[in-house]
């Protein structure tokens, strides 16, 4: 049985053998230890052992890709001669591309065993603690669990990073009954470096679970009007997957990007600062090198309301003449501000507390709809009662740029750092 | 996909215990604007374990599918069964059980194409467009295939070998109007694979024509007015409401987590016009997108009759569900990968149809939404659903009016299916999409046209 490294120089030599005058190899060995509990109950313990190989090959500027999770010789054989296949079937394109060389280097992070003892003690822990503090509750579905990566990158031009990084992570959904009334459900999920802390201390869990015990009675928003929306850290992420996508090669390259022209130029208001930080102390489960084969780099996507960043591969990079990102995303952390979150609620007029946002795909123009989940009516400067069947519009570029305050408080969930942002300007309509 | 005579670790199994061997195999190529972007295959197998033991499970996986792979997943899954059952000690009894012993494939007959003739394929498709349509500021062609190769045996006897492929070609067309991008898109296929789903790219050019009078018209739409309206979901969409409306309330791990379908059964929910089925693999004697014959617990599968003529009929179980409600087990454990364990899922969730015509429907209403393509979609505890919205009319005066722009639509499906006045004589099926809880899932969602009252997003 070959060693993780002998299988790269063996696959990159078939691929050279083969024909291809670029190719990279990725190999990733993962190794899972979960522990599942549904409706209240633990119900199962998981094991997996998996391995991935990604072999990337370019002949005459074409470029194909195979993925199989089997790393013996046959195996590696079929599919170095199945690239080469596929990517003489491809379209010629100079944009196609490998990293350039770049010394050796080793990254690790994490720890590499699990403590199953103890991920079984933190979940019965927050088992007990929930049944005590929030009896109402129902966690439908929670599962923590410990993964080990091993991932070694390699390519013809000389490459080579290996990646050992160890992460707990945990995720949570969960309602509220009481009687025959039901709450929506919620959920958040959060990363862990150890199991040092309880778990009902992390991320947003103990805010979301105290918010749902009340939220079993709930009614809509009379009418509509154009409000305040403050959004929690857990519903920022639908901002930053709109973001995500419009800075990508796709949107960028077709074109249909609102912010393919933005560059060095205002997107948002000057109170956002949003940073993509896979290598920090503070991201549990980062990423050390680009799946194109850079050590990966933190950066700045929107400093102070300016773009600064596009998030380009290295083909979308070369394809449009702009910058590479040396980043692949996510990791995202926004900067906090200098007010705190029940400042921001005392100056909303009329508006809500936006806990989950459950909406379609905002439109390439930024257009979005969608229901308030879980959220409050804010008015006068005081929460008032938790609703339902609200929907929220209005458009994500607009938002931005009407942003009125960010939250002091910022929350860790150990794959992103987010805080509180308050906006301007939202239709909120209910029955 | 490795044939291995399962059978031969049968006497490993030292409690109840499913044993699978599996492999998915996907194949991506995208065109940007006639570039290739991405141009990949992917295999993923492996053999995966599950034990049972006094109500606790242990589930081990392995890539490695050989001797030695399969005796330690056997092993550790057990092991892992046991450490769960030795803390919590549950004390549940056997599961039920309605073993079957099924051989499906659905693998083409017909020679395969290569990755160079599948390309050209899509360059041809993709050259139409830049033939007949000048204006457009990007274009996009996916072609994405899924084979799922599975192969099962159970401890309280059943076995699965069984082949089921998907192949779907997205195209998305752009343009920018008044400096604003305004996107269609739109997916082609079903089950099977590319021979079998696909003959000739000409097949594409009145689809295509149609998505660009779609863009055309979408370009000059305008928001929706927001709030309660009538609205016709067409047909093409009806099924994402099956689906996300009831189909999530009614998985029985739902219910027993809260959901608002629990004590409802034998209660009126719907409007009597509305009956919800979920398949598990036949429909009208018609094999349905996402056909199940033995689930990935070995049950031998039955329709789940959901909602009929309006009151609410049952949930859809896995073994264990069915165990705490005292029913039989529906057939609706699934697992996505070789390394997932079996959840309940849906497989081809319906709506049946009525007997009105969509022109009449569309004719009833004054001032309303015809809603005709549907995005992303997700459920809720409370039966508060929604699902986006990308193409759709407004109805004035019983005609059809301006595009609307992307939108959402929701409401609270105990009480929008009760306004329910209406229901096409047709029935359309849409699988391109995934559903997602902990696993992806490919689904099947089905149903007529519907005239109801629900709330539209806009400004």
């Not at chain 1, 709930?218 to 973001?243: H, M, Q, W, Y």
């Not at chain 2, 006497?11 to 290739?36: K, M, P």
């Not at chain 2, 549950?90 to 079957?100: D, E, I, N, T």
Request: glycine content about 8%; charged content about 25%; some cysteine.
């Amino acid at each position: 049985m070959m060693s993780p490294k002998e299988i790269l120089k063996y696959s990159l030599e078939a691929l050279n053998r083969l024909g291809a005058q670029k190719s990279q190899v990725n190999l990733t060995l993962t190794e899972k230890h979960e522990v599942n509990l549904e409706a209240n109950e633990f119900t199962m313990v998981r094991t997996t052992f998996d391995t991935a190989i990604v072999l990337t090959a370019i002949k005459d500027n074409k470029k194909g890709t195979i993925s199989i999770n089997k790393s013996d010789i046959k195996s590696i054989d079929s599919a170095a001669q199945d690239v080469i296949l596929v990517a003489e079937a491809s379209l010629k394109d100079e944009a196609n591309d490998i990293a350039e060389y770049q010394p050796s280097k080793v990254f690790s992070s994490g720890e590499k065993t699990p403590d199953l003892e103890m991920m079984y003690y933190r979940m019965n822990e927050l088992v007990k603690q929930i049944k005590e503090k929030y009896p109402k509750i129902i966690l439908i579905q929670v599962f923590l669990y410990h993964e080990f990566k091993e991932s070694y990158f390699a390519n013809s031009n000389g490459v080579g990073y290996v990646s050992n990084q160890g992460v707990y992570n945990f995720f949570a959904m969960f309602s509220s009954k009481d009687k025959e009334k039901t709450s929506s459900f919620n959920y958040t999920s959060f990363s862990l470096k150890d199991l040092g802390k309880e778990l009902l201390s992390c991320g947003t869990l103990d805010i979301l679970l105290k918010q749902l015990k009340e939220q079993t009675t709930t009614r809509p928003v009379e009418g509509k009007f154009i409000g305040d929306v403050i959004i929690s850290p857990d519903a920022v992420n639908d901002i930053l997957d709109f973001l995500t996508r419009s800075l990508s090669d796709n949107a960028i390259i077709s074109g249909t990007s609102i912010y393919k022209n933005k560059l060095e130029k205002q997107i948002a208001s000057s109170l956002l600062t949003v940073y993509s930080h896979p290598v920090s102390e503070e991201i549990y489960n980062g990423y050390f090198v680009t799946k194109d084969g850079y050590e990966a780099k933190n950066i700045t996507i929107i400093d102070k309301g300016v773009l600064k960043n596009f998030l380009l591969s290295l083909y979308g990079s070369k394809k449009t003449g702009l910058k590479y990102a040396y980043n692949d995303g996510g990791a995202f952390v926004i900067e906090k501000g200098e007010t705190a979150l029940d400042d921001m609620i005392k100056l909303v007029k009329k508006g809500i507390l936006l806990m989950r946002f459950s909406g379609g795909y905002p439109s390439d123009s930024g257009d979005f709809s969608g229901v308030a989940k879980n959220s409050y009516l804010i008015e006068d400067g005081k929460i008032k009662y938790p609703i339902s069947e609200t929907m929220i519009s209005g458009n994500i570029a607009e938002m931005l740029m009407n942003i009125q305050a960010i939250s002091k408080e910022q929350i860790n969930f150990g794959w992103q750092v987010l805080p509180w942002i308050s906006v301007k300007g939202v239709t909120i309509s209910g029955k | 996909m490795k044939t291995i005579d399962l059978y031969q670790y049968k006497e490993l199994f030292s409690a109840y215990t499913e044993l699978r061997v599996q492999e998915n195999t996907e194949l991506n190529i995208t065109f940007v604007d006639g570039n290739i972007t991405k141009n990949s295959q992917s295999s993923t197998s492996g053999v995966s374990s599950r034990t049972y033991l006094n109500g606790s499970w242990g589930f081990a996986s392995h890539a490695e599918i050989s001797e030695e792979a399969i005796k330690k997943v056997i092993k550790e899954a057990t092991d892992n069964a046991k450490f769960l059952d030795a803390k919590v000690n549950k004390r549940k009894g056997p599961l039920p059980s309605r073993v079957a012993h099924v051989e499906k494939d659905f693998s083409t007959k017909k020679a395969r194409l290569t990755q160079k003739e599948l390309i050209d394929f899509l360059k041809e498709i993709d050259e139409m467009i830049t033939r007949k349509y000048h204006n457009l500021t990007s274009r996009r062609i996916i072609l994405n295939t899924l084979d799922i190769e599975k192969n099962l045996l159970t401890s309280d006897g059943s076995y699965l070998k069984a082949m089921i492929p998907r192949t779907f070609i997205h195209i998305s067309l752009s343009l920018i109007k008044d400096g604003e991008p305004v996107t269609v898109f739109d997916a082609y296929g079903g089950r099977g694979q590319f021979e079998d789903v696909f003959s000739s790219p000409s097949d594409f050019e009145e689809k295509i024509d149609e998505l660009y009078r779609h863009l055309v018209n979408k370009s000059e739409g305008v928001l929706p007015d927001p709030g309660m309206k009538t609205c016709i979901i067409d047909a093409e969409i009806a099924g994402v409401l099956a689906h996300e409306a009831i189909g999530h309330t009614v998985e029985a791990d739902l219910v027993l987590g809260g959901s608002v379908a629990a004590g409802k059964i034998g209660q009126e929910v719907a409007s009597p016009l509305i009956s919800i089925v979920d398949f598990a693999n036949t429909c009208f004697g018609e094999t349905c997108p996402v056909p199940v014959y033995i689930d990935d617990e070995g049950t031998e599968v039955k329709d789940a009759i959901l909602i009929e003529n309006g009151v609410l009929k049952g949930y859809m179980h896995n073994k264990e569900s069915a165990q705490y409600f005292g029913v039989e087990p529906t057939g609706n454990a699934r697992a996505y990968l070789f390394s997932d364990e079996p959840l309940i899922r849906m497989r081809n969730t319906a709506i049946l149809p009525g007997n009105d015509t969509l022109e009449k429907m569309i004719e009833s209403i004054d001032d309303g939404y015809y809603l005709v393509k549907a995005s992303n979609g997700q459920a809720d505890t409370t039966s508060e659903f929604m699902f986006g919205v990308r193409l759709g009319y407004e109805i004035k005066n019983g005609k059809l009016g301006r595009a609307i722009k992307d939108t959402t639509i929701s409401g609270v499906a105990f009480d929008v299916l009760k306004t329910v006045t209406m229901v096409s004589n047709d029935m359309k099926w849409e699988s391109s999409g995934w559903c997602g809880k902990k696993q992806p899932m490919t689904v099947g969602m089905g149903g007529p046209a519907i005239k109801c009252q629900i709330n539209i997003g806009g400004r």
